[in-house]
């Protein structure tokens, strides 16, 4: 009944094709205080990540894990980062199941035993929700967490995807989104093909699974080959800077 | 109360029968436990039990107005309780981590796939509208608590009648139940939710997991789906690195279990609507069941146990009786004294065998040999002098720990029983072990 997501043509609202990510760009060590940070945006979707750590447990030391390190995280979008005004940054039960999300995908990711009894933090603020919030985040805490130099099993990448009128579209905005179709997330680890996180929303028929499946894992290892070109330039910067 | 850990002797024995393709309870892999489904003396009341878990629904409804950006909908709000009552480990009125999930899960689940139609709930455009509330509280923890929850919440639901209304002009009129039949909720569709429980890396999944099984489980991947095959939720949690194909294997199960559970929810149903109408007793007092020893009746396990006897025998028959251990006090020095040869302690094999890993490799196969030899150790040590039986050199029979005497007793004393608590089981039996290495 309402908007026209996918046109006879095979274009999407905002004229991409059904496979299509929306820009990417990002940028690695934006703040000195923080031992890792980065800031991304896919398309309208702004995130922010900020890694401390590994450093010692903070309060309760009964939280420390005798054979690997603790995993942190917290996620908050801002106040003004959606249509209506939030009332409160974090502390719902959404921005809570996200932290959870957040923490067990890079449990998986990191190289936790290397660090046993210590601590790692990863903070995230979404600066504005457009539509893949899940994915920008993971996405950038990935980049935070190689600028703070903690050894990864992967880089995780992250995407979603949805399904219209028999096609899979990648990376969905926030009109997509909010037309209530099914909306699956994905974090993959691009070389081995392991999925870290997989989570969907609303109805699909089995029959169609795999190929959302499919269409959101080749987004990811698309998602992957930008980010590691931002790795690399930050690298090569770096590396100029300190004048080698 | 802090959750009791589970030792590590009952995680090994667990995972060990999982890799063996068995289960405690007797079930197969695919196996869910058996449902009860059964309803209180009020509407959109019930209690679902899945094996010894149980949870409580009940859904109440009130007239509030609607949330600005949906003016025309009604809401639906879910609250899963973890009280001390189900498990002394769940800390009341803290929000957990565990908690939050299962809450966000059975949202996601039951509203957001949009089973229920939330638009016939409005009653005065932007005014007033129902607000149906579901609260589920989990009476018994033995694992698997999101399959209990989301089948009692939409048992709960489908069972559930609002009073009716009428509006005329601007008046809303709300009609008690002798004055006008209650309505029932419309529902689109029931999803449920299915767990797969995933071991060693993703290597072995069970469906169903119970609360043993939960503990030693790697991860979890939840699945909700309705009849028709439509997935609403899927979920997975825990490390575990899953792959495309476990996913796609998973949702085929899912969708098998949750046609045989639909079919069951529905006969439940029907067969309370029947009790209701024929005026028979019904409420929780008639169906749930005195679950003391003194119970005439006793559930049946699902195992089949025509010829255990016989197999006991065999095992039995089998087994070679223990042969008496003479006791004969052998002085090795003056102030020492040992009786018999003595048996390698089993208890020990998580220290023994790391000793051994590093100086054999196979750790395994070297408890399964030391349990091996432990029958005929005995026996050799009988008939045999202390000198013959150097044979078994792979059991620890004969590493025993001597205590020299020195001049001053009492010192020593205190030293040895220390020497002999710490050191002696992990340190000095290999080290006598590699001098005869050496001598050979």
Known sequence: AGLELLSDQGYRVDGRRAGELRKIQARMGVFAQADGSAYIEQGNTKALAVVYGPHEIRGSRARALPDRALVNCQYSSATFSTGERKRRPHGDRKSCEMGLQLRQTFEAAILTQLHPRSQIDIYVQVLQADGGTYAACVNAATLAVLDAGIPMRDFVCACSAGFVDGTALADLSHVEEAAGGPQLALALLPASGQIALLEMDARLHEDHLEQVLEAAARASRDVHTVLDRVVRQHVQEASVLLGD | ?440
């Open chain 2, 1 to 440: 109360m802090k959750e009791t850990p589970l030792s590590n002797c009952e995680r090994r024995f667990l995972l060990r029968a999982i890799e063996e393709k068995k289960r405690l309870d007797g079930r197969q892999t695919y196996d869910y436990r058996n449902i009860k489904i059964s309803f209180g003396t009020d509407y959109g009341c019930c209690i679902v039990e899945l094996g010894k878990t149980r949870v409580l629904g009940q859904v109440s409804c009130e007239l509030v107005s609607p949330k600005l950006n949906r003016a025309t909908e009604g809401i639906l709000f879910f609250n899963l309780e973890l009280s001390q009552m189900a498990a002394p480990a769940f800390e009341p009125g803290r929000q957990s981590d565990l908690l939050v999930k299962l809450n966000r899960l059975l949202e996601r689940c039951l509203r957001n796939s949009k089973c229920i139609d939330t638009e016939s709930l409005c009653v005065v455009a932007g005014e007033k509208v129902w607000q149906i509330r579901v609260d589920l509280h989990l009476l018994n923890h033995d694992g698997n608590i999101i399959d209990a929850a989301s089948i009692a919440a939409i048992v709960a639901l489908c069972h559930f009648r609002r009073p009716d209304v009428s509006v005329q002009g601007d008046e809303v009129t709300l009609y008690t139940l002798e004055e006008r039949d209650p309505v029932p909720l419309s529902i689109h569709h029931m999803p449920i939710c299915v767990s797969f429980a995933f071991f060693q890396q993703g290597t072995y999944l069970l469906v169903d997991p119970s609360e043993r099984e939960e503990r030693v489980m790697d991860g979890l991947l939840v699945i909700a789906m309705n009849k028709h095959r439509e997935i609403c939720t899927i979920q997975s949690s825990g490390g575990i690195m899953l792959l495309k194909d476990q996913v796609l294997r998973c949702s085929k199960i899912a969708g098998v279990k949750v046609v045989e559970i639909t079919e069951l929810i529905q006969k439940a149903l029907e067969n309370d609507q029947k009790v209701r109408k024929e005026g028979g007793k019904f409420g929780f007092v008639e169906s749930m069941a005195n679950q003391r020893i003194t119970a005439f009746k006793m559930e049946k396990a699902p195992i089949d146990t025509s010829d255990v006897e016989e197999k006991a025998e065999e095992i039995i028959s089998e087994a070679e009786p223990p042969s008496e251990v003479v006791s004969k006090p052998v002085l090795w020095t003056p102030g020492t004294a040992q009786i018999g040869e003595g048996i390698e302690n089993s208890w020990g094999h998580l220290e023994d065998s790391e000793k051994e890993d590093e100086d054999e490799g196979g750790s395994d196969e070297a408890i399964i040999l030391d349990g091996m030899k432990m029958d005929t150790g005995v026996e050799v040590s009988n008939i045999g002098s202390q000198d013959a039986p150097i044979v078994l050199s792979d059991s620890e029979e004969e590493e025993m720990i001597i205590l020299e005497p020195d001049k001053n007793p009492k010192k020593i004393r205190t030293q040895t029983i220390s020497a002999t608590q710490v050191k002696a089981p992990s340190k000095k039996p290999v080290k006598k072990r590699k001098k005869k290495r050496a001598a050979n």
